[in-house]
């Protein structure tokens, strides 16, 4: 029983929300780039730079001014993965562990250059933390309504607009119509090139924002290793929610629960080098078994030539 209490825990719920926002946020910028046909594995890359710049910005001008420096740099280096995949049409996979690559070194050249040292930042404030109106009397949820970051909501925000954009919006549709079959696309006279720019340009701000959070509201400042592979974990959400936001809004909380499990090791009175790898488990569990029945956008990676058949 005391485990049974521990598992269900309001505590470990509210715990688990917070770890859940970065995974989504990155996940969500996934769904927009691959539904517009563009594989975007530099996620975890692009949260690297939503760290780093999300710490500076928040060190010289606010947490909000934070959020801004991340998503500019989210967008920035997500501009690098669109030019080279949709204008050059270089492999979309090897784009991106570039991607991820350059941002562990950029990110520890530029730290070195404005504080002198390789791995962290001066630490830094965060927002001021809100509380849920009405949610927040009710004394069973007390844990998850007050006290929370404004980010949170802002992510929770993000996935419903961004479903309803996805589905109800000429936006959403001509990008979905990219990412299943571009040519047909094209004869309706939806711009291919620049529907799948904007894509993988959302997903590097929403994947920028998931890194400002783990700075600002987290980790109190720039880590080097804190993002401690999220955006990979995000793309298995975004696989898992079946390329839908609310799906991957799902999935994500699935793998925050774990995530916030994992730091129960006193309280379960389990080895800690297994929960420590639970989330990572979880992720390869849930690909193994979902991956044959999820459904990708049928243009999902291909690269397309106006004129050309993908």
Do not use: C
């Not at 492999?91 to 250059?113: H, P």
């Amino acid at each position: 029983m005391e485990v049974v209490s521990v598992l269900f825990d309001m505590a470990l719920i509210a715990s688990a929300i917070r770890l859940t926002v970065p995974i989504v946020l990155a996940a969500l910028g996934a769904v927009f780039s691959e539904r517009g046909g563009v594989i975007n594995i530099g996620l975890e890359g692009i949260m690297i730079m939503g760290t780093f710049f999300g710490a500076v910005g928040t060190l010289y001008g606010g947490p909000t001014v934070g959020v801004f420096a991340a998503v500019t740099a989210g967008v920035a280096f997500a501009a690098i993965h669109a030019l080279v995949t949709i204008t050059f049409r270089v492999d979309q996979i090897i784009s991106g562990v570039v991607l991820n690559l350059l941002a562990v070194g950029l990110a520890r050249f530029l730290n070195i250059l404005l504080f002198g040292v390789a791995t962290q930042s001066p630490g830094i404030g965060g927002f001021a933390p809100v509380s849920i109106p009405l949610l927040r009397d009710v004394p069973g949820l007390r844990p998850v309504a007050t006290g929370i970051s404004p980010l949170i909501l802002v992510a929770i925000l993000l996935v419903f607009v961004g479903q309803w954009v996805l589905v109800r919006t000429k936006f959403g549709l001509r990008l979905r119509a990219v990412g299943e079959n571009p040519a047909a696309a094209d004869t309706l006279g939806v711009n291919v090139y620049l529907m799948r720019y904007l894509g993988v340009l959302i997903s590097g701000a929403l994947a920028g924002m998931a890194g400002a959070y783990l700075a600002i509201e987290q980790g109190r400042g720039y880590l080097e290793g804190m993002t401690q592979g999220r955006g990979f974990i995000a793309l298995a959400a975004m696989i898992f929610g079946n390329w839908w936001p609310i799906g991957a809004l799902g999935a994500s909380a699935l793998f925050g629960y774990f995530d916030a499990l994992s730091l129960r090791v006193v309280v379960l009175n389990v080895p800690h080098q297994f929960l420590n790898v639970l989330p990572h488990i979880v992720t390869i569990l849930v690909l193994a078994g979902f991956v044959r029945r999820a459904r990708p956008p049928a243009a999902d990676g291909v690269p397309y030539t106006k004129g050309e058949e993908s």
